[in-house]
Every structure is written in C-alpha cells, then in structure tokens.
C-alpha cells in the first residue's frame, strides 16, 4: 500500500482524464485509476470483500472502498491500491464524535482515504455552519495526509444548497466532495450536479461521482462534467465497456 500525496495526487488522474476526453476516448488504464472498486453492501460477507479486493487488484484502479468494519484488508505484498473507508454511512445521522471516531478507527486499521456522508437534514435545514463544524470534527481526526472525501448526497439537494455545502467543504479543509452514497432513494450522481459542483469548488477541492455509474459512458459523461474520481460496483462491467447492475 502506498500513501497518496494528499489531494493533488490523489485527484490528479481525473484531471488527466478530462483532458484526454477533450479529444479521444479515454485509455482503459486510466479510467481505471479514477475509480475506487466499491463494495458496501450490508449483507457482505468476508469472502465476498476478499473478492472485491483482489478484482480491485486485477483491475488496476485507485482504490478500494469497504465499510471500516472490514478493515484491515491483506493487499499483496507491493500493493498500489489504495484503501478507501466510509463514515457516517450511508444516512449521516451520527454525531459528530462518532464519525470522528470512525474515521480514526479506519485509519489506524489501514484506510488511506475517508468518504464521510453529512447530516443532509442540517443541509435542508439551512443550518451550514452545523455541516462545517461536522466535516471539521472528521477531518481534526484524520488530518492529512489522510484524503477526506465529503458525500453531500446531492439527488437530495437544490443547486443553492449543493453550493452552501461545497463551501462548507472546503472551508473544513476536506479534499475532495461526493455526490452520493448509493443508497438515497433519490437517485445517484447526475452530470449537471457534478457541473454544479465543479463550479462551487473550482480547482480547489476534486470531486467524486457514485450512484448510478453503471456503464462507460457514464463514466466517462463525469468526468467531462468533472469528476475526479468514480465510485463504482460495476468497474469490471464499466472498463469492458458493457452495463453493470445496481447496489453498492
């Protein structure tokens, strides 16, 4: 396992790929390292993430996103792959000490990177300070070079607040937002939130697509949009150019 040089590494692949799809498809090498191989289904059992790590390998992609109960992972003595946690998933309703013990806890058992969901009802509330403070607890306790991704769970968001949330972000000194957990039943990531997205934070902070990436061209419409990385299910299906089916 290597450790990331924090976010300009860590989302350097995305821009890479924005740039070669100005004009041609992307190589399946690099879209495969903009991709963190997930798997966070509730009824997972240990063989089915010790699948999920060594597709995650075979593949070549960036990392490999699991619930912190699973960690550590046994990576290959060598490994490039990196290993991504979440916190607070997938509903965000846990105090603010708890995901900061979470992400902790994560850390200490091998996780590289922490995607964290907010208190999207705070977010819907208006009350944005209460989100910073959230982000700020997470991020006081994983500090770099430790890459904190923030799920903003934005299907459930109007543009306005999709804004104040990235600004929240960013002022809590997160590395990158999220769109989404998968889980939210109103939907996954759409291009014209990573657009959204992409005009709040600038260059400043990368971004995250997942939900719903279930095909090349998918992925490949989010990182045009400007994603700097993809959660995936279906990498194997997605860098083969066929369709993948739905669930984390």
């Not at 990385?229 to 299906?237: F, I, Q, Y």
Request: aromatic letters at 4%.
């Amino acid at each position: 396992m290597v450790a990331p040089e924090h976010a300009a590494d860590a989302g350097r692949g995305a821009d890479l790929a924005r740039a070669d799809l100005a004009s041609a498809d992307l190589a399946r090498a690099d879209l495969a390292r903009a991709i963190d191989h997930t798997f966070l289904k509730p009824e997972g059992r240990r063989a089915d993430v010790e699948r999920a790590v060594a597709e995650a390998e075979e593949l070549g992609v960036y990392s490999v996103c699991v619930s912190p109960s699973e960690l550590p992972l046994e990576l290959p003595a060598g490994s490039a792959l990196q290993v991504t946690a979440v916190c607070g998933f997938p509903s965000g309703k846990h105090r603010s000490a708890v995901k900061a013990a979470e992400a902790a806890f994560a850390v200490a058992q091998g996780a590289d990177e922490i995607d964290m969901v907010i208190d999207v009802g705070a977010a819907l509330d208006g009350r944005i300070e209460a989100v910073e403070a959230d982000i700020r607890a997470v991020r006081a306790a994983v500090p770099a070079p430790t890459v904190l991704k923030v799920i903003i769970e934005s299907a459930a968001l109007d543009d306005y607040t999709i804004v104040a949330v990235c600004g929240a972000a960013e002022a809590a000194g997160a590395d990158f937002v999220k769109t989404s957990t998968g889980f939210h039943p109103a939907g996954g990531a759409t291009v014209h939130a990573v657009e959204v997205m992409r005009r709040a934070v600038g260059d400043r902070l990368a971004i995250k697509a997942s939900g719903g990436i279930r095909s090349r061209e998918d992925a490949e419409a989010m990182l045009r949009a400007g994603a700097s990385r993809l959660g995936l299910s279906s990498s194997r299906a997605v860098l083969s150019g066929g369709t993948g089916s739905s669930g984390y």
